[in-house]
């Protein structure tokens, strides 16, 4: 973790990444400024901001998100965790787009962050900061293998299996595993993000193209079934939509 002072970098600003001539923070006329608008009350001989941050700040007395003075957070053991998780001596927090807020158990112990949006601590899971109230045992949570260069946010506890922080109903935590482009499977069933497709035979699905897929004489939009479909002449066009010889689908639907 590194704080720089803004009085020490290169005409006391922090430029927005597409147009540098705007400012995420600066100094203008002795104030502190935060895209065009001005904290009065911060102090700006001590003034930092959180390096890889465009938003986290403190000076000698508060701990700032932009414009908001984070009163409750302590200023002296308030530490980044990674992925957007933070905690000071008290408490665990998420950064989630404009806003960073406490975590729902109102405590820092415990608390671990897992990765690819999740963590955990002694009373919840979280995924982006939302508490996964599905999950029974949130300290055995652990991230699925990771593969390729985009995280998969998909995790397991010893019973439960989740994607995007959803609970992946019946799904088999002994014998599940991802695929690719959101779809999984266990030793039963085949699932796309947290939903079961129905009908789909883990031992003949074949994923084709996102995020289409088959099964049998099936084929797969997401978890829906395409109603109606000729698999022979079924092809996926360039623009993601689908056509079989009778007419053409957008999404789940015929049209």
Not at 23 to 47: C, L, P, Y
Not at 207 to 222: E, N, R, V
Request: charged fraction near 30%.
């Amino acid at each position: 973790m590194t704080w720089l002072k803004l009085t020490d970098l290169p005409e006391q600003r922090v430029p927005m990444h597409i147009d540098r001539e705007k400012s995420f923070w600066e100094i203008q006329d002795g104030k502190i400024v935060h895209q065009t608008r001005v904290n009065r009350t911060a102090d700006v001989e001590s003034f930092e901001v959180l390096e890889g941050s465009d938003f986290i700040a403190r000076d000698k007395t508060f701990v700032y998100h932009a414009w908001t003075t984070m009163k409750t957070v302590d200023r002296d053991t308030f530490t980044p965790l990674g992925d957007g998780y933070f905690r000071d001596k008290d408490c665990g927090y998420c950064e989630f787009e404009t806003s960073i807020k406490p975590l729902k158990s109102g405590s820092a112990q415990g608390l671990k962050v897992i990765g690819a949006g999740y963590a955990r601590d002694a009373v919840f899971a979280y995924y982006c900061g939302r508490p996964i109230t599905s999950c029974t045992l949130p300290m055995t949570l652990k991230l699925v293998e990771q593969t390729g260069e985009h995280p998969i946010p998909a995790a397991t506890t010893d019973t439960q299996c989740f994607y995007e922080g959803a609970l992946i109903k019946g799904a088999d935590v002994t014998t599940w595993k991802m695929d690719a482009n959101g779809f999984s499977r266990d030793a039963r069933n085949v699932f796309y993000n947290a939903m079961k497709l129905t009908g789909a035979r883990p031992d003949d699905w074949k994923f084709i193209k996102p995020p289409y897929s088959t099964s049998g004489d099936k084929i797969y939009f997401m978890s829906f079934v395409l109603k109606d479909v000729d698999k022979e002449s079924f092809e996926i066009l360039a623009d993601g939509t689908a056509r079989d010889k009778h007419s053409r689908f957008s999404g789940k639907n015929r049209i």
